[in-house]
T-cell receptor, first 113, second 114 residues
Framework: GNSVTQMEGPVTLSEEAFLTINCTYT??????LFWYVQYPGEGLQLLLK?????DKGSNKGFEATYRKETTSFHLEKGSVQVSDSAVYFC????????????FGKGTKLSVKP | DAGITQSPRHKVTETGTPVTLRCHQT?????MYWYRQDPGHGLRLIHY???????DKGEVSDGYSVSRSKTEDFLLTLESATSSQTSVYFC?????????????FGDGTRLSIL
């Protein structure tokens, strides 16, 4: 079946450190892949997306590349800020046009000044 | 985002009582979703709707029902609440169209069942 596995947290980094949050997936066909971010007390917001192999999604300094050969969609940022502290979710669309998503369990990131 | 409002934002109730959560959207999106968020589980889909009066079950639908009588409103009902349904509930909406269209989320309802 379809599934998403992302690295367990929490992750604690110092400001300006490099961030990687690993995400791998299992799916039939060619799902669209997403990273969402959740700030404390809020709902999820789309961070970036990719729809086909080798696509790179990017936003706010974050990047992720759709790697079909390794079934991965790792999230990276070169220099994190305190304001990046949040929970990050990897997700895949398994529902085609209906857009049903399967989410990873989330990775909590804390960035210290 | 996509004008999604959830009500109430917080609710405390007792086991065995009925509970209805409301999701209202202002963007005329066709698809709407209800999720629950629990530690160690991420978000799990409860029910979704693909149009007025068109709904279907998600991964964790037992004990929940939904209704959508208008495009803008999607109601989630716990007929007889249990402590295992204590959770944070999120509604989302999405326009019809391409599979890469993202879902837009409300700010959640924190439900405690004592």
């Amino acid at each position: 079946g379809n599934s998403v596995t992302q690295m367990e947290g929490p992750v604690t980094l110092s400001e300006e450190a490099f961030l990687t949050i690993n995400c791998t997936y299992t799916a039939t066909g060619y799902p669209s892949l997403f990273w969402y971010v959740q700030y404390p007390g809020e709902g999820l917001q789309l961070l970036l997306k990719a729809t086909k192999a080798d696509d790179k999604g990017s936003n706010k300094g974050f990047e992720a590349t759709y790697r079909k050969e390794t079934t991965s969609f790792h999230l990276e940022k070169g220099s994190v800020q305190v304001s990046d502290s949040a929970v990050y979710f990897c997700a895949l669309n398994y529902g085609g046009s209906q857009g049903n998503l399967i989410f990873g369990k989330g990775t909590k990131l804390s960035v210290k000044p | 985002d996509a004008g999604i409002t959830q009500s109430p934002r917080h609710k405390v109730t007792e086991t065995g009582t009925p509970v209805t959560l409301r999701c209202h959207q202002t963007e005329n999106h066709r698809y709407m979703y209800w999720y629950r968020q629990d530690p160690g589980h991420g978000l799990r889909l409860i029910h979704y709707s693909y149009g007025v009066k068109d709904t279907d079950k998600g991964e964790v639908s037992d004990g929940y029902s939904v209704s959508r009588s208008k495009t803008e409103d999607f109601l989630l009902t716990l007929e007889s609440a249990t402590s295992s349904q204590t959770s944070v509930y999120f509604c989302a909406a999405r326009p019809s169209g391409q599979p890469d269209q993202p879902q837009h989320f409300g700010d959640g309802t924190r439900l405690s069942i004592l």
